[in-house]
């Protein structure tokens, strides 16, 4: 503003010294200007003739204007009431525009303040509301003015053509001071004005979930669909989402049949979704459908393999032994048998069968390129199963507290990471964002050095054999000193022997 108001006093400088300039070159210009007209003959200088042209430009400008109001009168007269307020109104509406132009350009240019300003004018020479409370609800949002702005939405309640961005506003505002109740019933209500808009279908999409309304929030996602917001292998995902989580919410309330049978929905739309798939194969075994359970299980292994399918899959015979689950496994380790679940799901299933070589042989090679803190605790197993020493297994074990976890409930949007699966993340609430995978890898780096334990362990358990050494010399030697007493002190047969 300072640098916009230095070059204004500079160019007005300028033209003044141009003006002066040019006044004293006239004053020095010899001839003139001579003028004949009915007889008469006018000579003017130079300066007078500059005059003279300026005057009759002005002349001229005031002419056009008045011959404008006779006009304005002479249809007043006629009967055209308001045709002299129409006259005086063009120079109003001329100034009116000017400053809503310059008040867009300042909103534009991030010029709150100014914005703001340049509405008022311009409201005072339109009187046109609908044009400037949207600038002025602009501004007063970009200078901080919250309340002001949610004034000035509230006044575009008030006529229909600006009712929803009226409405749209306030649920920003609301939405940015965290009151989601009000901001779900004001996104209903704009979704209602305006169902095709699509910032307003995904808000109310996001606040339905946010307050668990499934039931709502598949219309809406329904909407998307019909409006063509959403390609339809989109929405048939997110629909079992929703289904799910509103079969979830069934369970909660008591009701296993119709949770059952919403699951079971759920993982027919979307074979891939693990959390409807376990739950249908629950419901499954529930009903003694074992076969369908498997083949629910089955295709979502091929889709995603996963620790909860797996434990699932473990239900269907609860009390076979390790062996026989080992075998039964078998045909779902083939489904996917490079795949990282896989190989650990075997190697546990070897561990619970004591095959301990079979355990190592399913890890392979994930101990040195892949390990996370499952990998490195099902190798303290199965060292210690093999007769490792309890420093090798406590050194495994301490490797496992620093390793990363592995794949858990991870939001795409914003890597907030969950301990079970949940339509909407609870960090960004970002509906369906949520992916079974590594986390970011962080460094860890500890005042205790925890990289550093396994070494501690292994030299702590050295130190404690051999503390554990001189106990037993120790008490040996305390042994030894305890017998003596006795014999030297001629109590029990050797006494009675000796006083004989």
Same mark, same amino acid.
């Given at each position: 503003?300072?640098?916009?108001?230095?070059?204004?006093?500079?160019?007005?400088?300028?033209?003044?010294?141009?003006?002066?300039?040019?006044?004293?070159?006239?004053?020095?210009?010899?001839?003139?200007?001579?003028?004949?007209?009915?007889?008469?003959?006018? +000579?003017?200088?130079?300066?007078?003739?500059?005059?003279?042209?300026?005057?009759?430009?002005?002349?001229? !400008?005031?002419?056009?204007?008045?011959?404008?109001?006779?006009?304005?009168?002479?249809?007043?007269?006629?009967?055209?009431?308001?045709?002299?307020?129409?006259?005086?109104?063009?120079?109003?509406?001329?100034?009116?525009?000017?400053?809503?132009?310059?008040?867009?350009?300042?909103?534009?240019?991030?010029?709150?303040?100014?914005?703001?300003?340049?509405?008022?004018?311009?409201?005072?020479? =339109?009187?046109?509301?609908?044009?400037?409370?949207?600038?002025?609800?602009?501004?007063?949002?970009?200078?901080?003015?919250?309340?002001?702005?949610?004034?000035?939405?509230?006044?575009?309640?008030?006529?229909?053509?600006?009712?929803?961005?009226?409405?749209?506003?306030?649920?920003?505002?609301?939405?940015?001071?965290?009151?989601?109740?009000? %901001?779900?019933?004001?996104?209903?209500?704009?979704?209602?004005?305006?169902?095709?808009?699509?910032?307003?279908?995904?808000?109310?999409?996001?606040?339905?979930?946010?307050?668990?309304?499934?039931?709502?929030?598949?219309?809406?996602?329904?909407?998307?669909?019909?409006?063509?917001?959403?390609?339809?292998?989109?929405?048939?995902? @997110?629909?079992?989402? =929703?289904?799910?989580?509103?079969?979830?919410?069934? =369970?909660?309330?008591? +009701?296993?049949?119709?949770?059952?049978?919403?699951?079971?929905?759920?993982?027919?739309?979307?074979?891939?979704?693990?959390?409807?798939?376990?739950?249908?194969?629950?419901?499954?075994?529930?009903?003694?459908?074992?076969?369908?359970?498997?083949?629910?299980?089955?295709?979502?292994?091929?889709?995603?393999?996963?620790?909860?399918?797996?434990?699932?899959?473990?239900?269907?015979?609860?009390?076979?032994?390790?062996?026989?689950?080992?075998?039964?496994?078998?045909?779902?380790?083939?489904?996917?048998?490079?795949?990282?679940?896989?190989?650990?799901?075997?190697?546990?299933?070897?561990?619970?069968?004591?095959?301990?070589?079979?355990?190592?042989?399913?890890?392979?090679?994930?101990?040195?390129?892949?390990?996370?803190? @499952?990998?490195?605790?099902?190798?303290?197993?199965?060292?210690?199963?093999?007769?490792?020493?309890?420093?090798?297994?406590?050194?495994?074990?301490?490797? %496992? =507290?620093? %390793?990363?976890?592995?794949?858990? !409930?991870?939001?795409? +949007?914003?890597?907030?990471?969950?301990?079970?699966?949940?339509?909407?993340?609870? +960090?960004?609430?970002?509906?369906?964002?949520?992916?079974?995978?590594?986390?970011?890898?962080?460094?860890?780096?500890?005042?205790?050095?925890?990289?550093?334990?396994?070494?501690?362990?292994?030299?702590?358990?050295?130190?404690?054999?051999?503390?554990?050494?001189?106990?037993?010399?120790?008490?040996?030697?305390?042994?030894?000193?305890?017998?003596?007493?006795?014999?030297?002190?001629?109590?029990?047969?050797?006494?009675?022997?000796?006083?004989?």
């Amino acid at each position: 503003m300072m640098l916009w108001s230095i070059i204004k006093i500079v160019v007005f400088i300028a033209l003044v010294a141009g003006a002066t300039f040019g006044a004293a070159h006239l004053l020095e210009m010899e001839g003139g200007v001579r003028i004949v007209m009915a007889g008469q003959e006018f +000579n003017l200088t130079p300066l007078k003739a500059v005059i003279a042209l300026v005057l009759l430009v002005i002349a001229i !400008w005031l002419l056009l204007k008045l011959a404008a109001f006779l006009i304005a009168l002479l249809k007043f007269i006629n009967g055209d009431e308001t045709a002299i307020s129409r006259y005086f109104d063009r120079n109003r509406q001329e100034k009116g525009y000017r400053a809503l132009t310059d008040g867009l350009m300042a909103l534009a240019s991030g010029e709150g303040e100014q914005a703001m300003s340049k509405a008022n004018k311009a409201e005072k020479y =339109l009187r046109k509301p609908e044009l400037t409370n949207l600038i002025t609800a602009q501004a007063a949002e970009m200078a901080g003015d919250g309340k002001r702005a949610e004034k000035v939405y509230k006044k575009l309640l008030k006529d229909e053509r600006t009712r929803f961005v009226g409405v749209r506003g306030l649920m920003k505002q609301k939405l940015s001071a965290g009151d989601t109740e009000t %901001a779900l019933r004001l996104a209903q209500t704009a979704f209602s004005l305006k169902p095709r808009h699509q910032e307003v279908q995904d808000t109310l999409l996001q606040l339905q979930a946010q307050q668990e309304d499934w039931k709502g929030a598949r219309e809406t996602l329904k909407a998307k669909l019909k409006y063509g917001a959403l390609p339809r292998d989109v929405h048939k995902r @997110r629909d079992a989402v =929703l289904a799910l989580s509103e079969a979830r919410g069934v =369970l909660d309330e008591g +009701n296993d049949i119709a949770a059952r049978e919403a699951a079971i929905e759920a993982n027919r739309q979307s074979p891939d979704l693990i959390p409807a798939a376990v739950m249908a194969a629950r419901g499954y075994i529930e009903q003694g459908a074992k076969r369908h359970a498997i083949r629910v299980i089955k295709k979502a292994w091929e889709a995603q393999p996963h620790p909860d399918l797996a434990a699932v899959f473990a239900k269907l015979e609860p009390d076979e032994s390790p062996e026989q689950r080992l075998k039964r496994f078998g045909k779902l380790l083939k489904l996917q048998p490079d795949h990282r679940e896989t190989r650990l799901l075997e190697a546990e299933l070897h561990l619970a069968a004591e095959d301990f070589p079979g355990a190592r042989r399913a890890l392979g090679d994930m101990v040195e390129n892949d390990p996370d803190a @499952r990998v490195l605790t099902i190798m303290a197993a199965v060292e210690r199963g093999e007769g490792a020493s309890d420093a090798v297994v406590k050194g495994w074990l301490a490797r %496992a =507290l620093s %390793a990363p976890r592995g794949p858990q !409930w991870v939001c795409e +949007n914003c890597h907030h990471i969950h301990a079970e699966w949940v339509p909407a993340c609870e +960090n960004c609430h970002a509906f369906d964002t949520l992916s079974w995978t590594s986390p970011p890898s962080t460094a860890m780096s500890t005042s205790t050095g925890i990289e550093m334990l396994p070494l501690i362990v292994g030299a702590l358990e050295d130190r404690r054999d051999d503390t554990d050494l001189e106990e037993t010399d120790q008490d040996q030697d305390d042994d030894i000193v305890d017998a003596t007493p006795v014999t030297q002190s001629g109590t029990g047969p050797d006494r009675e022997s000796s006083e004989k």
